[in-house]
């Protein structure tokens, strides 16, 4: 299922602003300039008010309050424009201005950086269109970053923060609301990514800090250089651990995102700050698989690899120290589990079968500085495999074959 687009609402005249700007001009400025630039950034979707119908003032006002984006053309100085952006200014940040070149902006509007297009040959202006396409991404990936000075003022002022609150509520607060924002948003990506294979399992995890450490695009950038210069996991079992930060590619509120390939179906999603989704899909049509029987050594391999990931990644936010991991297994009642080699035949009487459907989370909080020892990783890998066995009736303690740690 496709994602929902995020709304990038234009604020333009839409009718003569000038001799040499018609309503012919402005649908053409938007149908051929405007939404063609915006919608190259992934997921983003532009409309203008003319495209509207019924009370079109009403729609206005709540296009400018539910718009993830706006972008405001200030060309020709247009009152209602001017009228908009203010609106805009007083409910959301995630605004961009732009103008014409030449145009000349009043002081209360040109303290905002506005962004300039060429007048002849916008599509043509390479330096506006990549500044332009900056913007948008930096929205997205940075979606409480103020621009706004309307709510700079009133926010010290007093009128929306309390100032009088205590360092340890602030950071209370802070950290609850970081939790419910990035919440709200895994619930929507849970949603496109529910289960439907043989065997698929679910990582959740996230910080334990109430640090609101938000990284960049280009320091999440180096971020993932740094990810592909690490190996993950036993080599024969993670062939394409790498090739995820690879193509890890920015989505929306600063959380990126790669479909994965080959030996796991899925999706992985890391967002900047620190909260991550490996949502994998066992493929049963991969060579030596025997279906419908739980592969431990795939599983144990891959959250090897896993548990090293996080070793490597959290090691780049200075404020996270203690994480919070939920693992979760669907379609069990399909699968049958022996501790019998694969080599060895095996009669149907020997297998374990699975007595429920679904593994419940199972939660580990790992400070981070565990996951640097090898053997603290290898016990939390048996762990975790040796819960899921005692949902097959299996209750000896699941140890990692000797010729996988062999390559870890």
Not at 13 to 25: L, T
Not at 117 to 131: A, I, L, R, S, T
Not at 196 to 222: A, D, H, K
Not at 233 to 251: A, K, M, V, W
């Amino acid at each position: 299922m496709a994602e929902d687009k995020l709304k990038c609402f234009v604020i333009m005249p839409f009718s003569e602003s000038s001799e040499v700007h018609d309503e012919k001009y402005w649908t053409n400025h938007f149908e051929n300039f405007l939404k063609p630039e915006i919608e190259k950034v992934l997921n983003l979707k532009a409309q203008r008010s003319d495209e509207l119908r019924a009370d079109i003032l009403k729609q206005i006002i709540l296009n400018l309050y539910d718009s993830f984006i706006v972008v405001a053309d200030l060309t020709d100085r247009n009152a209602n424009v001017y009228w908009e952006l203010g609106v805009r200014q007083s409910l959301k940040v995630k605004t961009i201005t732009i103008a014409e070149e030449g145009t000349k902006l009043p002081f209360d509007i040109s303290t905002k950086s506005t962004l300039f297009y060429h007048p002849n040959d916008p599509k043509g202006d390479k330096e506006f269109c990549k500044k332009f396409n900056e913007a948008l991404i930096d929205c997205i990936e940075n979606p409480e970053k103020s621009d706004s000075v309307v709510l700079d003022a009133i926010s010290v002022r007093g009128s929306i923060k309390d100032t009088n609150r205590s360092n340890n509520q602030r950071k209370t607060e802070l950290l609850i609301n970081k939790l419910e924002k990035h919440k709200k948003i895994f619930e929507d990506i849970l949603k496109i990514s529910s289960p439907s294979g043989i065997l698929e399992f679910r990582l959740i995890t996230y910080p334990m800090s109430s640090q609101n450490e938000l990284f960049s695009r280009e320091q999440f950038s180096e971020i993932k250089e740094y990810l592909k210069t690490k190996t993950y996991g036993p080599r024969e079992y993670i062939p394409e651990f790498e090739n995820i930060f690879r193509n890890l590619t920015p989505r929306r509120e600063g959380v990126y995102h790669v479909n994965t390939r080959e030996i796991y179906g899925g999706s992985v999603w890391i967002s900047t700050e620190g909260f991550i989704i490996f949502h994998f899909m066992y493929n049963d049509s991969r060579i030596y698989a025997h279906k419908n029987r739980l592969q431990t050594a795939i599983l144990s391999g891959f959250l090897l690899g896993f548990f090293d990931f996080l070793e490597v990644f959290y090691s780049k936010f200075n404020s996270i120290e203690k994480i919070n991991l939920e693992f979760m297994v669907w379609n069990l009642k399909e699968l049958k589990f022996t501790p019998i080699p694969d080599f060895i035949p095996v009669d149907e009487k020997s297998y374990y079968r699975c007595r429920n459907d679904t593994f419940n989370p199972y939660i580990i909080s790992p400070n981070i500085k565990n996951l640097k020892e090898r053997e603290e990783k290898i016990n939390f890998v048996e762990e975790i495999i040796s819960e899921i066995l005692l949902e097959f009736g299996y209750n000896e303690e699941f140890k990692i074959a000797s010729d996988i740690l062999r390559q870890y």
